[in-house]
């Protein structure tokens, strides 16, 4: 079973950037596509940001796009997540996600995923 640990979260204010990570099981990256998806209290999980196996093709949610980026190292095993001009409202717990590539259909819909981390927390503050 894949195993996926998020680092990188914290606390910034409305403007600033943050660089979150997976840490994804050995030797299996590249079979995966991965995203990233967030939940804020009282709210449902959306997703934010999606990749495929190869890191060729990359998907965003509106809210997002223009602000942040989603990129993959395979031989590293790990996932990326660039946030900048960070507003309050992207406030939320944020998870990583990896679904096998031949069951990938909606790339930024939870029923492509069948593995998830923890969560690392992201507040920003205005």
């Known amino acids: 079973q894949v195993q996926l640990v998020e680092s990188g979260g914290g606390s910034v204010q409305s403007g600033g950037s943050l660089r979150l990570s997976c840490a994804a099981s050995?030797?299996?990256?590249?079979?995966?596509?991965m995203g990233w998806f967030r939940q804020a209290p009282g709210k449902e999980r959306e997703g934010v940001a999606a990749?495929?196996?190869?890191?060729?093709?990359?998907y965003y949610a509106d809210s997002v796009k223009g602000r942040v980026t989603i990129s993959r190292d395979n031989a590293k095993n790990t996932l990326y997540l660039q946030m900048n001009s960070l507003k309050p409202e992207d406030t939320a717990m944020y998870y990583c996600?990896?679904?096998?590539?031949?069951?990938?259909?909606?790339?930024?819909?939870?029923?492509?995923?069948?593995?998830w981390g923890q969560g690392i927390q992201v507040t920003v503050s205005s």
């Open positions: 050995k030797y299996t990256t590249n079979r995966y596509c």
């Open positions: 990749i495929d196996s190869v890191g060729m093709s990359t």
């Open positions: 996600a990896a679904g096998p590539a031949w069951e990938w259909t909606q790339p930024l819909s939870r029923r492509s995923y069948n593995y």
